[in-house]
């Protein structure tokens, strides 16, 4: 079962190294040799000693040992930096991978996982890859390759001394085998520790208003310190097994050097090898630490590695929405017709549902409101429309063809959707406005400023258009928030415009704008529009009454008002608030 499971994990690791597996195989090369010169010296020591006992010249051996030491330094550091160069083009590829795909990722999907666990993948999991996709993946060849040649050696020269250095360095192999394992388990532990600490982090970040208004440090605090802690205690069992299995590493040499410096004293004490065969073979077994450490070191950088990548393909296994290609907005077109026919909608199927057969058609052109108390389903349908869900049952036809049969990017091109709490982000207010459609130009942007009252609040600004809106727009109001989101839908000059409660947070001069911007909006486009004021929906060419999931009434106010009990409840409770509040 295990062989199973590492499988894809292993073909996803050689994935992010294929397209630099020749730097990769250059660079590895590289440190091979550099190895395999560090392999040489014991010979010429040996010849070095030898050329002492007969008195012979010595000044070639020692020019010949310097020179080995020298190339196979400075080859070995070319190759690192090549190997070094590779693992960060390694970390480049998944991120540029990584992103694309969280991008494609469908709503439903995100919205099961913790936007900061996604983003520890995106940080310190990538990060991991930089050297197990190369440094750890040589080591292992190099390593290997250089032991293995070390060993021939040590057997060529003296077959006992040899048998007696395997049977301590066994001890290696034992305590690594058994390690390795553990060492995968705790980092991946660890690393699933870091990303739920990061959404927890992220989720005081993102309501930090809340966090301090409710007084709510001190728990946030202690919550954040015990999943720092159990990322702590996972690191640190990692650590320990990697430290028993590099420790066992240095306790197998020395055990073997004094080992082989007894029983090969023995020996050259009887005749059986000479003191340069002896001297030879403990310098082969001093040289014989490193490409063992490489081994283990490289062992347990894969195992971490393997952990990183199984969370990495974590993401790749998650709902992603069709591909397809960012077309640029519809413009020009006719004004969209929209029918919903036998729609039924559940966000889970554990869960109730939202929407329980709603059939309405949208005529092209004109505004369309739909209203009802909270939770009937409104601004699911603009979900259902967007197609960030696909219903349950039913369908949804645009223009006399389903949403399903669409391309998104030519779907999405010719919407306009403002969302109820109108996120803006980061950056200046030029670049939210021109979210949605980046090659507008000025005057399109003045106009829409004009259209939302907007260009006042330019004026004022300190940079104008320029200026930095903060972190989700907090350096705006929640009204100039929804204003700038209405005045980015339409720069992006949609066929179809969808606002949900677009006018809650605004003062009654610049809802009066506001409605004035929708009538002529829809004069030219379809819009839909989600509202729980009256003064928003009385105009409105067609009012749709949503009640648990269904709709159960359609029409205008007037007819609404005589026809259907609970519209013209609400009618009446608006009107009445509006009166005290004059």
Request: glycine content about 10%; proline content about 4%.
């Amino acid at each position: 079962m295990r062989t199973q499971i590492d499988r894809p994990a292993w073909r996803t690791l050689l994935g992010y190294v294929r397209p630099q597996r020749r730097t990769v195989l250059f660079g590895g090369t590289l440190v091979l040799l550099g190895g395999l010169a560090a392999a040489a010296q014991p010979l010429a020591a040996k010849a070095l000693v030898d050329r002492l006992g007969t008195g012979g010249a010595i000044t070639g051996l020692l020019v010949l040992l310097v020179g080995l030491a020298l190339a196979g330094a400075a080859i070995a550091m070319i190759g690192d930096y090549l190997l070094e160069r590779a693992a960060e083009s390694v970390v480049l590829v998944a991120r540029k991978r990584l992103t694309r795909r969280l991008l494609s990722l469908r709503v439903p999907a995100v919205q099961r996982t913790e936007p900061g666990d996604l983003l520890s993948r995106f940080t310190s999991d990538t990060t991991l890859l930089r050297e197990v996709c190369t440094s750890a993946l040589v080591g292992l060849v190099t390593g290997a390759v250089t032991s293995v040649v070390m060993v021939v050696m040590m057997g060529v020269m003296d077959p006992v001394l040899l048998g007696v250095t395997l049977a301590v360095l066994a001890v290696v192999g034992a305590l690594a085998g058994a390690g390795m394992p553990m060492i995968e388990k705790a980092s991946r532990a660890a690393q699933t520790a870091v990303g739920e600490t990061g959404a927890r982090m992220e989720r005081v970040l993102g309501a930090f208003r809340t966090v301090k208004s409710a007084g709510a440090e001190a728990r946030e605090i202690a919550a954040i310190d015990r999943g720092a802690e159990d990322a702590w205690r996972a690191g640190l069992r990692s650590a320990r097994w990697e430290s028993l299995v590099h420790g066992s590493n240095t306790l197998a040499i020395q055990a073997a050097f004094l080992a082989v410096l007894g029983i090969g004293g023995a020996r050259v004490a009887t005749g059986a090898i000479s003191l340069s065969t002896l001297v030879a073979f403990l310098l082969f077994l001093f040289y014989l630490n490193e490409p063992i450490g490489q081994l283990l070191h490289a062992g347990s950088r894969l195992q971490i590695g393997l952990a990183a990548v199984r969370r990495l393909s974590e993401v790749d296994e998650m709902q992603a929405e069709p591909a397809g290609d960012p077309q640029p907005c519809a413009v020009g077109q006719d004004a969209a017709r929209l029918e919903f026919s036998g729609v039924r909608f559940s966000y889970g199927p554990e869960l109730p549902e939202v929407l329980r057969g709603v059939s309405v058609d949208v005529p092209a052109s004109g505004l369309t409101a739909f209203v009802g108390p909270s939770g009937a389903g409104k601004s699911t349908l603009f979900a259902l429309i967007e197609r960030f869900y696909e219903p349950t049952a039913g369908r949804i036809l645009l223009d006399g063809r389903d949403l399903a049969e669409w391309d998104l990017a030519d779907l999405r091109a010719g919407i306009g959707y403002v969302e109820q709490d109108a996120p803006l982000l980061s950056g200046t207010l030029r670049d939210n406005l021109v979210y949605g459609r980046p090659w507008a130009g000025d005057e399109e942007i003045r106009d829409a400023l004009a259209q939302t009252r907007l260009d006042t609040l330019v004026e004022r600004l300190p940079d104008g258009l320029d200026t930095q809106v903060g972190h989700r727009g907090t350096f705006l109001s929640g009204g100039e928030r929804q204003r700038v989101a209405l005045a980015r839908a339409l720069i992006r000059r949609p066929r179809l415009l969808l606002l949900d409660e677009i006018t809650s947070q605004l003062d009654a001069a610049n809802e009066m704008a506001i409605r004035d911007v929708v009538t002529a909006a829809a004069k030219t486009m379809t819009v839909l529009v989600v509202a729980h004021r009256l003064s928003t929906v009385t105009s409105a060419d067609r009012i749709v009454v949503l009640d648990n999931g269904i709709v159960r009434a359609a029409g205008t106010h007037d007819e609404l008002v005589a026809s259907d009990p609970l519209y013209a409840g609400f009618a009446a409770t608006q009107l009445l608030t509006g009166e005290r509040t004059a």
